[in-house]
T-cell receptor, first 111, second 113 residues
Framework: DTGVSQDPRHKITKRGQNVTFRCDPI?????LYWYRQTLGQGPEFLTY????????KSRLLSDRFSAERPKGSFSTLEIQRTEQGDSAMYLC?????????FGPGTRLTVL | AQSVTQPDIHITVSEGASLELRCNYS??????LFWYVQSPGQGLQLLLK??????LVQGIKGFEAEFKRSQSSFNLRKPSVHWSDAAEYFC???????????FGTGTRLQVTL
């Protein structure tokens, strides 16, 4: 069990650029979640997958955000036309029936 | 919709002293409750969880939490704090064992030597 991994750990981009983050869950976990965390706040739910199916999306997930989990294993989160308000830590988690286990996160800074 | 309140933004305790972090939740049905710890720049580590059964649950690193339905609370406790416990602590509620989580705003714990 190597835990949940996320890549990259840090991303600095200019406003208007597109960025993509990757999450590799714990191998036997079939649920995968994305959360966003801003400074001084708790994580906020964005979306989750069961296997390759995206089952729920938060209203926080604007049209510029898209997530995929094409083969039910790793997942990607893409943000198009980034804005300064997108600056945050993006956390991925995977779960079995005993709780969610989080990766180290990707810190996005939009200049 | 469910919600979580962590009334204390920041708590300072001396090393060796006892600790209690407060968490209140709002959810109409049986909640699934979690405590996570986050060190600076890191992801969240699951400390403990309550799904059902015994209302006093034990977790890792010597932490425990007690579910009190009448008070809608799930407070985290530790009898003797170590300097390495300094971190941010988040309480979360879910609607099932693998549902999305709703987090509180966190309590930052500082430990003085």
């Amino acid at each position: 069990d190597t835990g949940v991994s996320q890549d990259p750990r840090h991303k600095i981009t200019k406003r208007g650029q597109n960025v993509t983050f990757r999450c590799d869950p714990i191998s036997e976990h079939n649920r995968l979640y994305w959360y966003r965390q801003t400074l001084g706040q708790g994580p906020e739910f964005l979306t989750y997958f069961q296997n390759e199916a995206q089952l729920e999306k938060s209203r926080l997930l604007s049209d510029r955000f898209s997530a995929e989990r094409p083969k039910g294993s790793f997942s990607t989160l893409e943000i198009q036309r980034t804005e300064q308000g997108d600056s945050a830590m993006y956390l991925c988690a995977s779960s079995n029936l005993s709780g969610q286990y989080f990766g180290p996160g990707t810190r996005l800074t939009v200049l | 919709a469910q919600s979580v309140t962590q009334p204390d933004i920041h708590i300072t305790v001396s090393e060796g002293a006892s600790l209690e972090l407060r968490c209140n939740y709002s959810y109409g049905a049986t909640p699934y409750l979690f405590w996570y710890v986050q060190s600076p720049g890191q992801g969240l580590q699951l400390l403990l969880k309550y799904f059902s059964g015994d209302t006093l649950v034990q977790g890792i690193k010597g932490f425990e939490a007690e579910f009190k339905r009448s008070q809608s609370s799930f407070n985290l406790r530790k009898p003797s704090v170590h300097w390495s416990d300094a971190a941010e602590y988040f309480c979360a509620v879910g609607t099932g064992t693998a549902s999305k989580l709703t987090f509180g705003t966190g309590t930052r714990l500082q430990v003085t030597l």
